[in-house]
T-cell receptor, first 113, second 112 residues
Framework: DAGVTQSPTHLIKTRGQHVTLRCSPI?????VSWYQQVLGQGPQFIFQ???????GRGNFPDRFSARQFPNYSSELNVNALLLGDSALYLC????????????FGPGTRLTVT | QKEVEQNSGPLSVPEGAIASLNCTYS??????FFWYRQYSGKSPELIMS????GDKEDGRFTAQLNKASQYVSLLIRDSQPSDSATYLC????????????FGTGTQLKVEL
């Protein structure tokens, strides 16, 4: 079975630009969560979506937004990029909205210059 | 502020030894606990989950949970060089949906 997939793998953007990251969950999983991991730190929760509805939001500015599609794939959008947005962006897939294990995709490495 | 704390290491153990990784968390209203392994430049990989007090074994890995002491640990028996990685402890708190709160990770080095 295919695991969580994310695209693109790497991305280089300039300050002030916008970026869209994409994620497809494991087949049969309906919940997608997004995390940001900066070097030397654990992942930080950004959003959770379940059945196209936002179920949780972390302590991130409004420049960060996300959505989930009918096929349960998801997009994370970041506007007005800052140097501090450089990080590994991880998508995690789970079957249920509030329980069970979460499985991470390979991540998107975003570099903002 | 709910927190998860881990010793950053590095923790060095000889090949074949038992590696013991520890994690403490700040809030008693916690539901689920997870250990992830992360190789350098890769994403976290789930290796253990534990939901109730006591021990849970899976192959060479044993997770131990003590909710009264707010403490969760991971034991790796017969450590191999391929176990060298950063181990992340994660906690899901009651009412937090799927939000995981992570520690900063412990770097494990298994030496030949």
């Amino acid at each position: 079975d295919a695991g969580v997939t994310q695209s693109p793998t790497h991305l280089i953007k300039t300050r002030g630009q916008h970026v869209t990251l994409r994620c497809s969950p494991i087949s049969g999983h309906k919940s997608v969560s997004w995390y940001q991991q900066v070097l030397g730190q654990g992942p930080q929760f950004i959003f959770q979506y379940y059945e196209k509805e936002e179920r949780g939001r972390g302590n991130f500015p409004d420049r960060f937004s996300a959505r989930q599609f009918p096929n349960y794939s998801s997009e994370l959008n970041v506007n007005a990029l800052l140097l501090g947005d450089s990080a590994l962006y991880l998508c995690a897939s789970s079957q249920a909205p509030g329980g069970g294990e979460q499985y991470f995709g390979p991540g998107t490495r975003l570099t903002v210059t | 502020q709910k927190e998860v704390e881990q010793n950053s290491g590095p923790l060095s153990v000889p090949e074949g030894a038992i590696a013991s990784l520890n994690c403490t968390y700040s809030d008693r209203v916690s539901q689920s606990f997870f250990w992830y392994r992360q190789y350098s430049g890769k994403s976290p990989e789930l290796i253990m989950s534990i939901y109730s007090n006591g021990d849970k074994e899976d192959g060479r890995f044993t997770a131990q949970l003590n909710k009264a002491s707010q403490y969760v640990s991971l034991l790796i028996r017969d450590s191999q060089p391929s176990d060298s990685a950063t181990y992340l402890c994660a906690v899901r708190y009651e009412g937090g949906g799927n939000k995981l709160t992570f520690g900063t990770g412990t770097q494990l080095k298994v030496e030949l």
